[in-house]
C-alpha cells in the first residue's frame, strides 16, 4: 500500500514535549529538579573533568604507555613508477613532471608536501621527475627509460 495523506504519521518521539526542568512540582521535575539528593551533581556549578570515573583511576591512567614521539619526523607523499606510468600514459606530450603538475594531475594532495619517488611499477618513455627523494631502484628506472631524477632542493641534478 502506498503512502498517502490517509496514512501519514509522524515519526516516532515527534510529538513529545521537551522536558521543562525547575517549574515546579506540577513539571513532574519538581523539587530536586532532576538532579537527585545532596552530592557532587546535584550543586550548581557543578561540572566534572572529561574521563572522570568517580575517582577510581581513569581510564587513560590505568593504560600503559608505550613508545614515543619523534618531533624531528619528516613526512613524505609516496609516489610510485607505476602511478607517473599512468599519468604519462593518459597525457602522452608530457616530458617532464613538476610539483605543481603531480597536483594538477591528482597525485599529491598537499601542495607544500614533500615527496619521494619508489620504484613501484616500470616506466615505458623518458620522462623528468622532479621530487626531494628518490629510491636507488626508482632513479635507476628513471634512468633506464631515458629520463632523469631531478631533486628539487639542491643544486646538482642527477642525469642519465
Known amino acids: 500500500m502506498g503512502l498517502n495523506l490517509s496514512n501519514l504519521r509522524a515519526p516516532k518521539q515527534a510529538n513529545e514535549k521537551k522536558k521543562r526542568i525547575g517549574r ?4 513532574g521535575m519538581g523539587k530536586t ?4 539528593h ?3 551533581g546535584s ?11 568517580g575517582g577510581q583511576m581513569p581510564l587513560h591512567r590505568r593504560l600503559p604507555k608505550r613508545g614515543f614521539t619523534n618531533i624531528f619526523r619528516v613526512e613524505y607523499a609516496v609516489l610510485g613508477l607505476d602511478r607517473i606510468a599512468e599519468v604519462l600514459a593518459a597525457h602522452p606530450g608530457v616530458t617532464e613532471l613538476t610539483h605543481e603538475q603531480l597536483i594538477a594531475f ?9 615527496i619521494k619517488v619508489l620504484a613501484n611499477g616500470e616506466l615505458a618513455s623518458a620522462v623528468t621527475v622532479h621530487a626531494h627523494k628518490f629510491s636507488k631502484a626508482a632513479r635507476e628506472a628513471i634512468e633506464r627509460a631515458g629520463g632523469r631524477a631531478v631533486v628539487i632542493g639542491e643544486n ?5
Open 33 to 36: 529538579s532532576t538532579r537527585g
Open 24 to 27: 515546579g512540582m506540577g513539571s
Open 38 to 40: 545532596k552530592g557532587q
Open 106 to 114: 591528482g597525485l599529491l594532495r598537499k601542495k607544500n608536501g614533500l
Open 43 to 53: 550543586r550548581s556549578g557543578s561540572s566534572l573533568m572529561r574521563g572522570f570515573e
Open 156 to 160: 646538482a641534478s642527477v642525469s642519465a
